[in-house]
């Protein structure tokens, strides 16, 4: 039988039992799917990771530019040192660091509303402060540096000393830092880049300010900011803030050329006057070889009348103000009456109390030996500044307000002799008559007297108890070591016929104080306006405690308020 082989074939199978073929196109659609799926993915991490990265640059930011942060105190100051173990090095570094962060916007800022409550405004020159705080002269000697001073929440910022031309100051190294004690001693010399200078940098500030404002940057946009067109002080350009600039003479004039003096002064005055809200007439340093023979009442007013002429001068609508620094060194009934006479015949409208001294004040707590490094450079030439001077500014701004506020000298009696207990009360230097004084007398006693390591501190006025000093004021001792004379301890004691007190000077006629000298917190500062001050000026404080010392001074205070 024959065999039949069947071939193979493909089956072959109706249509509609055939499986669906998936079209080309669904298949390009899944990928897209997926692809999209994992964009999708993609986006999102970057979304989270980007806020995330916003987020932190952002609080990073806020914090780093925020003078409350204590980075500022315990991390950049003392990297800084670090850093830069000559003194003068290291403030150099920080003000070209600060004006470089302004440059970006990220410099540091007081920000919250410390000031926005109204608790710490003053009243001072026909200008409302924000706040009593202000910095003192040396931390930016030329201008470099105003508006990001203003910006850490000072009520005032000082610039200077300017001379009239560039001087070098004395040799370095020149600035040597005492850390345990947070101290400093400096003998700079008036180191200056001139007033030429400073002047074009303070001018160039205020045409930008005017550009910004929409006003132009030429000389009519300056003039409209100087006289008052743009609602701000015309020196500080802050609402609520206000600019002085310190003028000094150069080294090379002699202060018995008292002429030559007062063109050194009035130079300064001519050249800067119109940038500043206040000028400072500084004869109190005592790195500037017979400077503070000018503090005599007769130079001295002759030079404060030459600078009131120079100010009627400047050319803007409104005056600057116009106040002397002082040295706390010349601390005598007869210096201090000597140098408010001046400020009264001269017509200057008040008074810095306190600078950098010769004399040495004893380390802290009372017994404490400096280290063997620290105690060599204490014995550096140069003025002193640090927080063991601020009983001694205490005392001296309740002497200078004592003073001042009795006025002007009088004239002399009439022919006529006036009752015993109208007699005008005589402010005379010559300390012939001991009745010609109303004032507390200071008595030099013996250095070694209140020497004794088994008695305690006392402060330097015995008239004012520990209970009446603020809680937390330390009593510190105030023996001292002066390099170039004798220092007596200094006691108050009370004129043995003391005339009735005068009635006090009208709010337009009083003199005002600012008080610089060992003011590092709130509570020093209240003390400081409770005896007489307007301003509290700080610098040690804020070489050692930072850009945020300003705001900690002024929370300090609004705290210490809600206590009372």
């Not at 800084?80 to 403030?91: I, K």
């Not at 500037?288 to 609508?317: C, F, I, M």
């Not at 600057?320 to 005598?332: G, L, Q, R, T």
């Not at 709130?522 to 409770?530: M, P, V, Y």
Request: net charge neutral; charged share 20%.
């Amino acid at each position: 039988m024959r065999a039949i082989f069947l071939r193979p074939s493909i089956a072959r199978v109706h249509p509609c039992f055939r499986s669906p073929r998936v079209p080309a196109r669904n298949a390009s659609t899944a990928s897209e799917t997926a692809t999209n799926a994992r964009s999708f993915a993609t986006r999102t991490k970057n979304f989270v990771y980007g806020t995330a990265l916003t987020l932190g640059f952002t609080s990073g930011y806020l914090y780093i530019t925020d003078t409350r942060s204590s980075v500022h105190e315990w991390l950049v100051v003392p990297a800084l040192r670090l850093a830069y173990p000559d003194g003068e090095e290291a403030h150099h570094a920080g003000t070209r660091i600060l004006k470089a962060l302004y440059s970006f916007g990220l410099h540091p800022r007081e920000r919250g509303n410390v000031d926005q409550t109204g608790h710490l405004e003053v009243e001072i020159f026909g200008h409302t402060l924000s706040n009593p705080i202000g910095t003192s002269a040396g931390i930016d000697k030329g201008g470099e540096v105003p508006t990001p001073l203003l910006a850490l929440g000072p009520g005032i910022v000082e610039v200077g000393a300017v001379t009239p031309v560039p001087q070098e100051g004395n040799p370095k190294p020149r600035v040597f830092r005492i850390p345990s004690q947070n101290a400093l001693i400096n003998r700079y010399g008036f180191n200056s880049e001139g007033a030429e200078i400073v002047a074009a940098r303070l001018r160039q500030r205020v045409r930008e300010f005017a550009y910004h404002l929409g006003l132009g940057m030429d000389e009519e946009a300056e003039r409209s900011v100087l006289d008052g067109e743009a609602g701000v002080p015309p020196g500080s350009l802050t609402p609520g803030r206000l600019m002085a600039v310190q003028v000094a003479k150069n080294k090379t004039t002699s202060e018995t050329d008292l002429e030559a003096v007062s063109r050194d002064y009035t130079t300064g005055v001519k050249l800067l006057g119109k940038y500043a809200d206040i000028i400072v007439v500084n004869v109190s340093s005592p790195n500037t070889p017979g400077l503070r023979t000018l503090q005599n009442v007769g130079p001295l007013t002759h030079l404060l009348s030459s600078v009131v002429q120079a100010v009627e001068q400047v050319d803007r609508k409104s005056k600057p103000a116009i106040m002397v620094k002082v040295s706390p060194d010349e601390d005598s009934e007869e210096q201090v009456l000597g140098i408010c006479e001046a400020i009264w015949e001269s017509g200057v409208d008040g008074v810095i109390v306190g600078n950098t001294t010769k004399k040495r004040p004893d380390p802290l707590p009372r017994g404490y030996l400096l280290p063997e490094k620290e105690a060599n450079i204490i014995l550096e030439q140069g003025g002193y500044s640090g927080p063991q001077m601020f009983e001694r500014t205490l005392a001296l701004v309740q002497r200078y307000r004592k003073a001042l506020d009795k006025g002007p000298k009088q004239p002399p009696a009439s022919s006529s002799p006036p009752p015993k207990t109208d007699k005008p009360v005589s402010t005379s230097n010559t300390g012939d008559n001991p009745e010609e004084s109303v004032l507390e007398k200071l008595e030099p006693t013996s250095a070694t007297a209140s020497d004794d390591t088994n008695s305690p501190a006392k402060p330097s006025n015995p008239s004012l108890s520990a209970k009446e000093l603020p809680s937390e004021v330390p009593i510190l001792s105030t023996n001292i070591d002066d390099l170039s004379e004798s220092g007596p301890v200094l006691s108050m004691a009370t004129s043995p016929d003391p005339a009735p007190a005068p009635a006090p000077q009208s709010i337009e006629k009083r003199k005002v104080i600012f008080a610089t000298g060992g003011i590092t917190n709130g509570t020093q500062t209240r003390a400081i306006l409770d005896a007489g001050a307007s301003v509290a000026m700080v610098y040690t404080g804020l070489i050692y405690g930072g850009v945020g010392t300003i705001t900690r001074i002024k929370q300090e205070m609004i705290e210490d308020a809600k206590k009372r």
